[in-house]
């Protein structure tokens, strides 16, 4: 097997390696290309990947390239885990709407359609070189906002691929550790898209635990009290809630928040970045640093690895991913990117039917799914009236003027390119 990780630089990239590492025999793993257009960071980075390797006795290869046709180049599976303007775009972005009072948040909120809108071109380039040079490889993809970059490569990019979120992962892992199992004794009923989900119930051990989780997160205390949902809506809506939800859920109170804080999380992130690359250059340093835990993404490599494996084994097991909807939320599109449990085998991922939406969560899910899809052709097609309606549509966008103001600033600031029709 060749696997190939488009935005190797990350600084996600030696926690990946170090699920690859466990996992190499089974995968029949013989070599790992790592591309990013950024020489510095990928040699930092790769050459952190290469000591971790021969630290465990070197079981598939390592070869690092500024060449992306020659990392894509036969290989079984393309990992893109890509941040184009890196977080510097990321502050800029998240400051434009917090002038505007609008809530600037990188997926869930309008600063994750900036990221989409130039995201969403290099994605489809990266699939052009699959078709010509990996036909048969799968896309895995890490970049987000994932769901949204998962939908416009499914509809546009001509490759098999599956959007992947540690999130599903992350809080099947809270439940075994609440209940005191593995993780894979826990099995959500899960609905949702990206950043926008909600478990129905939990199963642990094939026991129904759902009204038992549920009130001892309810009663559980927050680090900020203020952003945490009320008891009595959580019991009300007895679901499970993504985090992300917050945004919605306590519009003021984040909006609040995030005016309060003296750095964006872009600028924070960047910091983070810049000590963990000090450490990686370190020549005696042959694992992953504890310091990686504060940058996020936990179970990333968990997540991204057994996926990865199950489609190389035929496994046939359930996973959480981002993939084509295909009637498995009939209130959603067919052709829609939804998260939601699939059955992973040989051919990839076949979402699994789970009903119609409750009306608590349905208009939410239907409001947000009409600015993916916007978000999606305006990004294909470049055309300016698009991209406002898609930022007009988001919930989290409180005026037409307000989505005016702010796509003009993502222009300017990023040269989108986007073509005024008359």
Known sequence: MKIAVIGAGSTYTPELAEGL?????????????????????????????????????????????????????????????????????????????????????ETTGPVGFAKAMRTIPVLLDICGDIRAHAPGAFLINFTNPAGIITEAVLKYGGVQAIGLCNIPFGIQAAVARECGVSPEAVELEYVGLNHLSWVRRIFVSGQDRTQELLEKTAAKPANIPALKLHPEFQRALNMWTNSYLNYFYLHDE????????????????????????????????????????????????????????????????????????????????????????????????????MGRLEPQIRGLLQHVKAYEELTVEAAVRKDYKTALLALTTHPLTTSVNKAKRILDGFNAAHDLQLVRKT
């Open 254 to 353: 984040m909006l609040e928040h995030l005016l309060s804080q003296p750095k964006t999380r872009g600028e924070v992130v960047a910091e983070l970045e810049a000590k963990l690359l000090e450490q990686y250059q370190d020549p005696n340093l042959c694992t992953k640093p504890k310091e990686l835990e504060k940058r996020g993404g936990a179970h990333y490599s968990s997540a991204a690895v057994s996926l990865i494996r199950d489609i190389h084994l035929g496994a046939g097991k359930k996973h959480i991913v981002n993939v084509q909807n295909s009637g498995a939320l009939p209130d959603l599109p067919l052709d829609a990117v939804v998260e939601v449990p699939c059955l992973v085998d040989a051919h990839g991922a076949r979402p699994l039917v």
């Open 21 to 105: 590492i466990l996992e190499a025999n089974a995968l029949g793993l013989e070599e790992l290309y790592l591309h990013d257009i950024d020489e510095e960071r990928l040699e930092i980075v790769g050459g952190l990947v290469q000591r971790m390797v021969q630290a465990q006795g070197s079981p598939f290869r390592v070869q690092c390239t500024l060449n992306r046709v020659e990392a894509v180049s036969g290989a079984d599976f393309v990992i893109t885990q890509i941040r184009v303007g890196g977080q510097a775009a990321r502050a800029l972005d998240t400051k434009i709407c917090l002038e505007e009072g609008i809530i600037g948040q």
